[in-house]
């Protein structure tokens, strides 16, 4: 038998042909000679003949000499062959190591957890479960193998600690009836935690609230919260769940009920989207139909940051108390992953919520995927291997529930053309949407560098009525920093942007390829010790606040310091529980942050946005509106204030409005004229070196060869310099391609690329150009 492999680790974007006797599974892991040395692959495809393979196009030319299969290292596959397909689709569309995309499927340093285990299955053997390493040392153990007498397995194995009986700990009143009691400052902490979290253990509740068992014995004896043993767990009783109203039951019933809707789309499962206002309830439609859904399998939830994870995993737990729920990301240690990932491959997790990651875990019985904010950029890849979860979810065989109050445009188009299931939520839930004010900044008085007096004095009035307002602000840390005698702005010794101030390390930081130096207050161009900060970050409004509203406590969210899921729980529950009156951060504040504390949102430099050279731009600027400014109001009416030096911006206009169907015609019409996706597929293909001379004759020659297969593309633009056009020391050209022969085009660019060797980056439909 003849079988596809795809090399792993390695970003080569072609599969290679190995033989072997034996019959290995798709999907199976394997070691082959290749290049002088033993790799590890993946079977992708298997044939009796090679002539096959041409003639389907999955290699370019019958080799010369078929090297053997050299070991099967699980003597299993974990991934279904239809994930294998998926994934050969994503690898095609992307260009970049097809092995790389199933090394995803892997948590990191899987073997060292995984034991390969053999187990007799004839009653002839006279042995039961023994290590594979052992086992081989028997002379007649490949003729076991063959003859079907022993099953190979591999199974997780870690230190396990002595069951003990935990405490657990649970709300015994309603939510209302909390509103009406006097509770201490770390009884609010606890009460908040268990809103957020249901029952959960006692030691986890401490470790994670900081407060001492004594705070939590004072609410047991006041019959405020309840304590009993991992034994009697199933007694601790789950908040009420929400009362679906009229709207939200029939959608509910909609997707449990629709049809595919093309007969393209049958054989891929069938893709709902769920489109509506922030704060319309789209999340109590998601567990709804989750409920379905769980009957027969279990679902994938993915959320845009992994912040966002801890959050969802606790509303899902409140929901579904009886069911098993994980959560997967980077942040775990090596042997939480595995472990997660062991239980979800043998069906022992209902529900795993992760970020994007996550869609690659191969979770037994996955029966639907939800994409909550699947608008988010986030959900791209944004390096090797590049993928976006969209396009990898098109060719799953599982129903997708997309969720946004601002589609991404791909998704809204589907929609529109009827390939996907489209179902609205018209009106927010139990409260009408914030108003917002344009703030003309040409013309108002400025309290503080970033802060116009109409804010000041919106945000004076949200705390006096005991409420929290959030300052949402494009960029993390302080600011760029300019000497005001020459005007010389400090910038990276190693890429063509400006460093950013942090002024709780002193240190000047690029964003780019990470450079730090201390800020030494001299300038290095004239010597003047005298600076200016020029635009904003989040470290700077919040420095400007801490000067406007003295004694108030301020927060701040962003990556810089939000670095692991824990701290954003730490800063929601604050907020929560009243202990913030102001929280500044960048685009962080925008996901999920669902608060009904939150009564004012103010926007201090969204311009910056919008005239950031990039095509989605515009479209990005619009998005973070809307959904900044949905998170003010979520029970009381909320107000915005958006300040701008050009209000009468279209973009600003309709997010005001909150005319997103009306925006969205405005902008696909600008862009069906230009050629822009949705309407075709753009490849940005960019090229690096340290040698300036060599990086600019290489893009030439490339694009010259390119110029052969016009066919395949609608429009070439450049070369040219990358606006930033060094970064890490490496100069950068570029192309950008307009296709609708997304596949073929990349295969000619993939061939080039080895003709060309260095450092190239290929990116398909990237979230920023």
């Given at each position: 038998?003849?079988?596809?492999?795809a090399?792993?680790n390695m970003?080569?974007n072609e599969?290679?042909?190995?033989?072997?006797?034996?019959e290995?599974?798709i999907?199976e892991?394997?070691?082959?000679?290749?290049?002088n040395?033993?790799?590890?692959?993946?079977?992708?495809?298997?044939?009796?003949?090679?002539?096959?393979f041409?003639?389907?196009?999955?290699?370019h030319?019958?080799p010369?000499?078929?090297?053997e299969?050299?070991?099967?290292l699980?003597?299993?596959?974990?991934?279904?062959p239809?994930?294998v397909?998926?994934?050969?689709n994503?690898a095609?569309?992307?260009?970049?190591?097809?092995g790389?995309?199933?090394?995803?499927?892997?948590?990191?340093?899987?073997?060292?957890?995984?034991?390969?285990?053999?187990?007799?299955?004839?009653p002839?053997?006279?042995?039961?479960?023994m290590?594979?390493?052992?086992?081989?040392?028997?002379?007649?153990?490949?003729?076991?193998?063959?003859?079907?007498?022993?099953?190979?397995y591999?199974?997780?194995?870690?230190?396990?600690?002595?069951?003990?009986?935990?405490?657990?700990?649970?709300?015994?009143?309603?939510?209302?009836?909390?509103?009406?009691l006097k509770?201490?400052?770390?009884?609010?902490?606890?009460?908040?935690?268990?809103?957020?979290?249901?029952?959960?253990?006692?030691?986890q509740?401490?470790?994670?609230?900081?407060?001492k068992?004594?705070v939590?014995?004072?609410?047991?004896?006041?019959?405020i919260?309840?304590?009993?043993?991992?034994?009697?767990?199933?007694?601790?009783?789950?908040?009420?769940?929400?009362?679906l109203t009229?709207?939200q039951?029939r959608?509910v019933?909609d997707?449990?009920?629709?049809?595919?809707v093309?007969?393209?789309?049958?054989n891929?499962?069938?893709?709902?989207?769920?489109?509506?206002?922030?704060?319309?309830?789209?999340?109590?439609?998601y567990?709804a139909?989750?409920?379905?859904?769980?009957?027969?399998g279990?679902?994938?939830?993915?959320?845009?940051?992994?912040?966002?994870?801890?959050?969802?995993?606790?509303?899902?737990?409140?929901?579904?108390?009886e069911?098993s729920i994980?959560v997967?990301?980077?942040?775990?240690?090596?042997a939480?992953?595995v472990?997660?990932?062991?239980?979800?491959?043998k069906?022992?997790?209902?529900?795993?919520?992760?970020?994007?990651?996550?869609?690659?875990?191969?979770?037994?019985?996955l029966?639907l995927?939800?994409?909550d904010?699947e608008h988010?950029?986030?959900?791209?890849?944004n390096h090797?291997?590049?993928?976006?979860?969209?396009y990898t979810?098109e060719?799953?065989?599982i129903?997708?529930?997309?969720?946004?109050?601002?589609?991404?445009?791909s998704?809204?188009?589907?929609c529109?053309?009827?390939?996907?299931?489209?179902h609205m939520l018209?009106?927010?839930?139990?409260?009408e949407l914030p108003?917002?004010?344009?703030?003309d900044?040409?013309?108002?008085?400025?309290?503080?560098?970033?802060?116009?007096?109409?804010?000041?004095?919106?945000?004076?009035k949200?705390?006096?009525?005991?409420?929290s307002?959030?300052?949402?602000?494009?960029?993390?840390?302080?600011?760029?920093v300019?000497c005001?005698?020459?005007?010389y702005?400090m910038?990276?010794?190693?890429c063509?942007?400006s460093l950013?101030?942090?002024?709780e390390t002193?240190?000047?930081?690029?964003?780019l390829?990470?450079?730090?130096k201390?800020?030494?207050?001299?300038?290095p161009n004239?010597g003047?010790t005298?600076?200016?900060?020029k635009?904003t970050?989040?470290?700077k409004i919040e420095?400007?606040?801490?000067?406007?509203?003295?004694?108030?406590?301020?927060?701040r969210i962003?990556?810089?310091i939000?670095d692991?899921p824990k701290?954003?729980?730490?800063?929601?529950?604050k907020?929560?529980?009243?202990?913030?009156?102001i929280v500044?951060?960048?685009?962080?504040?925008?996901?999920?942050?669902?608060?009904?504390r939150i009564?004012l949102?103010?926007?201090?430099?969204?311009?910056?946005?919008?005239?950031?050279?990039?095509?989605?731009?515009p479209?990005?600027?619009?998005q973070?509106?809307v959904?900044v400014?949905?998170?003010s109001g979520?029970?009381d009416?909320?107000k915005a204030?958006i300040?701008?030096?050009?209000?009468e911006?279209?973009?600003?206009k309709y997010?005001k409005?909150?005319e997103?169907?009306?925006?969205?015609?405005y902008?696909?019409?600008?862009?069906?004229?230009?050629?822009?996706?949705p309407?075709s597929?753009i490849?940005?293909?960019?090229?690096?070196?340290t040698?300036?001379?060599?990086?600019?004759e290489?893009v030439?020659?490339f694009?010259?060869?390119?110029?052969?297969?016009?066919?395949?593309?609608?429009?070439?633009l450049?070369?040219s310099?990358?606006?930033i056009?060094?970064?890490?020391?490496?100069?950068r050209?570029?192309?950008?391609?307009?296709?609708?022969?997304?596949?073929?085009l990349?295969?000619v660019?993939n061939?080039l690329?080895?003709k060309?060797?260095?450092?190239?980056?290929?990116?398909v439909?990237?979230?920023g150009?």
């Amino acid at each position: 038998m003849y079988y596809l492999i795809a090399i792993s680790n390695m970003n080569l974007n072609e599969l290679f042909a190995y033989s072997s006797n034996e019959e290995i599974k798709i999907g199976e892991r394997v070691v082959v000679p290749f290049r002088n040395k033993k790799v590890r692959g993946y079977v992708i495809y298997k044939s009796e003949s090679v002539s096959s393979f041409l003639e389907r196009g999955l290699i370019h030319e019958e080799p010369e000499k078929i090297k053997e299969i050299e070991e099967r290292l699980d003597y299993a596959s974990f991934l279904e062959p239809w994930r294998v397909e998926a994934l050969y689709n994503t690898a095609m569309h992307f260009g970049s190591g097809i092995g790389r995309y199933y090394d995803l499927c892997f948590p990191p340093k899987f073997d060292d957890y995984f034991t390969l285990f053999v187990e007799s299955v004839s009653p002839l053997l006279n042995f039961g479960k023994m290590r594979y390493e052992e086992f081989k040392k028997i002379p007649s153990s490949k003729e076991y193998i063959n003859y079907g007498q022993v099953r190979i397995y591999r199974d997780f194995e870690s230190k396990k600690p002595k069951p003990r009986d935990e405490k657990y700990v649970s709300l015994q009143i309603s939510a209302d009836e909390i509103g009406k009691l006097k509770l201490t400052a770390q009884q609010s902490v606890v009460i908040n935690y268990l809103l957020l979290n249901g029952s959960i253990q006692l030691d986890q509740l401490l470790e994670d609230t900081g407060v001492k068992r004594d705070v939590v014995i004072q609410l047991q004896n006041r019959e405020i919260i309840k304590l009993c043993s991992s034994e009697n767990v199933d007694e601790v009783n789950p908040l009420q769940r929400a009362t679906l109203t009229e709207e939200q039951s029939r959608l509910v019933m909609d997707i449990l009920n629709s049809k595919s809707v093309l007969d393209k789309h049958s054989n891929f499962g069938q893709v709902h989207l769920l489109y509506g206002p922030t704060g319309s309830g789209k999340t109590e439609v998601y567990l709804a139909a989750m409920e379905k859904y769980l009957s027969t399998g279990t679902v994938l939830y993915l959320v845009p940051e992994i912040s966002l994870t801890e959050q969802t995993l606790a509303r899902l737990r409140r929901h579904f108390p009886e069911l098993s729920i994980a959560v997967y990301h980077s942040y775990l240690t090596d042997a939480k992953r595995v472990e997660i990932w062991s239980k979800a491959i043998k069906g022992e997790i209902d529900i795993l919520v992760g970020p994007r990651s996550a869609l690659f875990v191969p979770i037994k019985n996955l029966r639907l995927v939800i994409v909550d904010e699947e608008h988010d950029d986030s959900y791209y890849n944004n390096h090797e291997p590049f993928y976006d979860a969209h396009y990898t979810l098109e060719h799953f065989p599982i129903d997708v529930i997309y969720g946004s109050a601002t589609p991404s445009l791909s998704t809204y188009v589907q929609c529109k053309e009827g390939k996907y299931h489209l179902h609205m939520l018209n009106q927010r839930f139990g409260v009408e949407l914030p108003d917002v004010e344009i703030v003309d900044m040409r013309k108002e008085k400025k309290i503080s560098p970033s802060i116009s007096e109409p804010l000041y004095n919106e945000i004076l009035k949200t705390i006096e009525e005991d409420r929290s307002a959030l300052v949402f602000t494009r960029r993390k840390g302080f600011s760029r920093v300019q000497c005001a005698v020459c005007g010389y702005i400090m910038k990276c010794d190693h890429c063509d942007v400006s460093l950013t101030y942090h002024m709780e390390t002193n240190e000047l930081k690029c964003h780019l390829c990470g450079e730090k130096k201390s800020f030494t207050s001299t300038c290095p161009n004239c010597g003047s010790t005298m600076f200016v900060d020029k635009g904003t970050g989040t470290e700077k409004i919040e420095k400007e606040l801490l000067y406007l509203f003295p004694g108030r406590k301020i927060g701040r969210i962003d990556a810089e310091i939000i670095d692991e899921p824990k701290k954003m729980k730490d800063v929601l529950e604050k907020l929560r529980a009243g202990e913030l009156d102001i929280v500044t951060g960048t685009k962080m504040i925008t996901k999920g942050l669902d608060i009904y504390r939150i009564g004012l949102v103010g926007i201090v430099d969204i311009d910056a946005l919008i005239s950031y050279p990039d095509i989605n731009a515009p479209l990005r600027t619009f998005q973070t509106l809307v959904q900044v400014i949905g998170r003010s109001g979520r029970k009381d009416k909320g107000k915005a204030v958006i300040q701008t030096y050009d209000p009468e911006n279209a973009i600003i206009k309709y997010a005001k409005m909150q005319e997103v169907d009306g925006y969205y015609d405005y902008e696909l019409n600008l862009r069906k004229e230009l050629n822009y996706p949705p309407f075709s597929d753009i490849v940005q293909i960019m090229y690096s070196n340290t040698n300036i001379v060599i990086a600019e004759e290489t893009v030439d020659v490339f694009a010259k060869e390119l110029e052969a297969y016009e066919r395949l593309y609608l429009e070439m633009l450049g070369p040219s310099e990358h606006p930033i056009f060094k970064v890490a020391n490496k100069y950068r050209y570029q192309l950008i391609i307009k296709t609708s022969k997304t596949e073929e085009l990349m295969k000619v660019i993939n061939i080039l690329k080895q003709k060309y060797p260095g450092d190239w980056t290929i990116r398909v439909n990237p979230p920023g150009i």
